[in-house]
């Protein structure tokens, strides 16, 4: 069984900081490509950023220049720096991943269960 656990979430002032981690694990076999969405209540899940192996990140407009997505493939891990934080980035934000599993020959898509982050004006 393969599950993402994310971490770093939190209460923060605009213009602060925060890392978001998330780690996946379980019966892994490959993993195709990581990345962070966010939902802010009413709203409907977007993309803010998304890595796939080989290739360079991929951001959202809201949040290039400040957020950057990175990975360490031998943790699999997926990080997500966030600079700059605004009130509007509030949101919960969730670990996206698409995995190959052992006991599977496709590309699945995986979500981590959200971690809250708040930005105060």
């Known amino acids: 069984q393969v599950q993402l656990v994310e971490s770093g979430g939190g209460l923060v002032e605009a213009g602060g900081f925060l890392r978001l981690s998330c780690a996946a694990s379980g019966s892994i076999f490959r993993t195709r490509s990581m990345g962070w969405y966010r939902q802010a209540p009413g709203k409907q899940r977007e993309l803010v950023a998304t890595?796939?192996?080989?290739?360079?990140?991929n951001y959202a407009d809201s949040v290039k220049g400040r957020f950057t997505i990175s990975r360490d493939n031998a943790k699999n891990t997926v990080y997500l720096q966030m600079n700059s934080l605004k009130p509007e980035d509030t949101a919960v934000y969730y670990c996206?991943?698409?995995?190959?599993?052992?006991?599977?020959?496709?590309?699945?898509?995986?979500w981590g269960q959200g971690t809250q982050v708040t930005v105060s004006s």
């Open positions: 890595l796939f192996s080989g290739q360079m990140p």
């Open positions: 996206n991943a698409e995995i190959t599993p052992y006991a599977d020959f496709r590309y699945n898509i995986y």
